[in-house]
């Protein structure tokens, strides 16, 4: 699905490439740094705060997120998206 990923601070807005599997690939490939270890949902270092949209989860993950976060390894927009970042 083609979407949009705005980051609140500077306002960029960053599309999302074909073959990114989650979205701290599409975060990567546009060079935007973030925290992250696992990368696989266990973690919970690399959880951000999603201000518009939504994501879904191909599994849901085990790290504890609270309402309003998002833990971009294993979540991908549906449609377009806005994030704290
Ligand atoms: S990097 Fe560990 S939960 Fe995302």
New binding site residues.
Partial sequence: MKSIVTLSTSGARLNRPANSRNL?ETLEYHQVQIE????????????LRLLKGEVCYQQQ?L?FIQAGEI????CQPKGDIEIEL
């Fill in positions: 701290l992250y270890q696992c990368r696989s949902g266990y973690c919970g270092s690399c959880r993950p790290a833990l971009p390894c294993c």
